[in-house]
């Protein structure tokens, strides 16, 4: 080991010099992270091992399902025993004495406000879903194990990346949509999430206060053949009173209360569930509820949402639409115009904004992506205080496949290393540190071994246990010993970013010296390989795995990262408009 050979502290050069230090403000054209745009294919659900079902087939088969159940209903409604049934059942239930009856303003605020929410985290949802378009139910995210995909089966080409993976969403549908425009998806799936969070807050506050409750909550089993009542009413095309204003119908009120009380929820709970921050930290759930399982159920409320909205519309403009209007949007229960008007004002609202919330993203990618952090970094920070316990897992966790991610190196330094099995590789430890030192790899080797079976959190969406061999940070610092004013760690690759520019991180200081923070030279046992970041990467177990720099050739300590590259704390913060710390 040569710690400190006579003469060299201090002078080892950083490696500042050879990164991309513009200050990029808008995006052009040509960007996502430097992949073209590439679109994905019809949405699939695997039936069996290997057999894939197009759901575009439930346009037709549903369209058939549809026409004969109208049949179906039609036909019951002239039997007698189904008419008994209905006017015994004819769909409400009773209410008890003092509920109140209308909708008071502050509901029909917000009901516009979730509207309005609901509009950016679906699209956003939609892009981030993009990003990664497979979904799972077990933490390995292995090919063809996938249930569910809106993309070609993966490729065989044994260094595909998830970045080539992800892809675009047509014009309009995605928030911004791009492909691999995940970084200001996230802001604004994030920060909205926070503002819906608030307004269904104060909602359940109100509901519970003014009684409105006792209209949203099933209070008697009858609720179940009112439903039914009403379902055989509606599918026979001829439909039951509409009392709206003062009580739901059954069917109304089973949709309402699983959407506000069970959805809306779940919604929140599966989302916290694929952050590595409380993924990491609530290890009893997210050992049996992986990411992956939380992904998937995220997305089946997605579904619910989608559903419930197109049926919720088609029927409130179906059934007797003004009155319908007037009720939510004019607070009043009569005939006239006012409801609709205000209704038509809203629309145009939600549509001006919903053309403009794309071009406004590229056009102003920072202010997206500050207001975004503005919102959601107090909740961040919350749980980051919770002390952080990464999963170990066991050796029967590790993933058959491990997805590659990244720009590979291919510079002829790398590669030159690289053809002699990296003999004079060498990583530079350097900065504010009283001990620099410049270690080849049979002396990183002869430092302490540290190993861990880790679980990887993509910011794309896919996950993989692993075992990692290597150096432990703790190590390292031991030996180069950071001086007080060191409060950042920036990780330098071999490779250049997709934008020019070398790959690089910083991370704050207190993570460096957590247990589970490594450099590692080994996987699975084996020696790192080149795609997964030969020959040292690094493992910092409480963020996402951008963070995880690969082909390191540098580390240096220092104040802060202000100074170095674009100044925003990483490649993908300057470039993709990560933020600096992304433990959500
Ligand atoms: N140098 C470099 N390191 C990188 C990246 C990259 O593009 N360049 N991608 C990161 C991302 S987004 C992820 S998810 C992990 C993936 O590591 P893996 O390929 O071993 O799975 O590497 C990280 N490290
Ligand atoms: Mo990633």
Same mark, same amino acid.
């Given at each position: ?10 002078? $080892? ?73 209905? +006017? ?102 994030? +920060? ?68 506000? $009380?069970?959805?809306?929820? %779940? ?6 569930? /694929? ?29 619910? $949402?989608? %559903? ?164 432990? /940070? ?25 934008? =020019? ?26 020696? %790192?390989? $080149? =795609? ?29 990262? +202000?100074?170095? =590259? ?19």
């Amino acid at each position: 080991m040569v710690p400190d050979p006579a003469g060299t502290r201090g002078q $080892f050069p950083s490696f500042r010099t050879e990164l991309d230090s513009q200050h990029h403000h808008g995006v052009g054209d040509d960007w996502a992270g430097g992949v073209a745009p590439q679109f994905g294919v019809a949405p699939r659900i695997r039936v069996g091992q290997s057999k894939w079902f197009n759901l575009l087939w439930l346009i037709p088969i549903g369209l058939v399902v549809f026409i004969a159940l109208i049949a179906i209903a039609k036909g019951l409604r002239e039997t007698a025993g189904v008419q008994a049934f209905i +006017s015994q059942y004819p769909g409400l239930s009773e209410l008890p004495a003092g509920t109140p009856v209308g909708f008071p303003a502050w509901l029909q605020w917000q009901h516009f406000l979730n509207l309005f929410f609901m509009l950016f985290i679906i699209r956003s949802g939609l892009t981030i879903l993009a990003d990664h378009p497979r979904l799972y139910w077990t933490r390995n995210s292995t090919p063809g194990k996938d249930w569910f995909r809106i993309q070609k089966p993966v490729p065989t080409d044994a260094l595909y990346t998830a970045k080539q993976d992800s892809i675009t969403l047509p014009n309009g549908v995605g928030l911004p949509g791009r492909r691999h425009s995940i970084g200001l998806a996230r802001w604004w799936h994030l +920060s909205i999430d926070m503002l819906w969070l608030v307004n269904g807050i104060v909602f359940y506050v109100l509901i519970f206060t003014t009684g409105q409750w006792l209209r949203l909550v099933p209070l008697h089993w009858d609720v179940i053949p009112n439903a039914l009542s009403v379902t055989i009413q509606y599918l026979s095309l001829d439909w039951p009173l509409e009392s709206g204003w003062t009580n739901y119908n059954g069917l109304q009120l089973l949709a309402y209360f699983i959407t506000v $009380f069970i959805a809306a929820p %779940l919604a929140l709970i599966t989302g916290l569930g /694929m952050s590595p921050a409380l993924s990491t930290r609530f290890r009893r759930i997210s050992s049996v509820f992986s990411i992956q399982f939380a992904r998937s159920l995220h997305f089946m409320v997605l579904c619910w $949402f989608v %559903l419930f909205i197109i049926v919720h519309v088609t029927l409130v403009l179906t059934t007797g639409a003004l009155q319908n209007l007037n009720h939510m949007f004019a607070g009043r229960d009569d005939q006239s115009w006012w409801g609709f008007v205000i209704f038509a004002l809203s629309l145009l609202i939600l549509i001006a904004v919903w053309v403009a919330a794309t071009p406004f993203t590229y056009r102003h990618p920072r202010v997206v992506q500050r207001v975004g952090y503005a919102l959601i970094g107090p909740a961040q920070r919350l749980f980051e205080h919770i002390d952080a316990k990464p999963g170990q897992y066991t050796e029967k966790d590790i993933s058959p496949y491990f997805w590659h991610n990244g720009n590979y190196p291919a510079g002829a330094a790398y590669l030159a290393l690289q053809a002699d099995d990296f003999r004079d590789y060498t990583l530079r430890v350097n900065g504010l540190v009283k001990n620099p030192v410049e270690l080849n790899l049979t002396q990183l080797r002869a430092l302490t071994h540290h190993e861990q079976i880790t679980q990887h959190f993509c910011i794309q969406g896919w996950s993989g246990v692993a075992k990692w061999g290597g150096v432990s /940070m703790r190590t390292l610092m031991d030996l180069v010993q950071p001086t007080p004013e060191a409060k950042w760690v920036i990780f330098y690759s071999h490779a250049l970013g997709p934008d =020019g520019g070398l790959y690089y991180d910083a991370q704050p200081i207190e993570q460096m010296s957590h247990h589970l923070t490594m450099l590692a030279y080994d996987m699975n046992d084996e020696t %790192l390989d $080149f =795609g997964h970041g030969a020959p040292l990467r690094l493992r910092n177990e409480i963020e996402l795995g951008f963070k995880m720099v690969k082909w390191i050739k540098g580390v240096e300590f220092v104040e802060h990262f +202000s100074d170095v =590259g674009g100044g925003l704390g990483g490649y993908n913060n300057d470039h993709e408009f990560f933020g600096y710390s992304q433990s959500i």
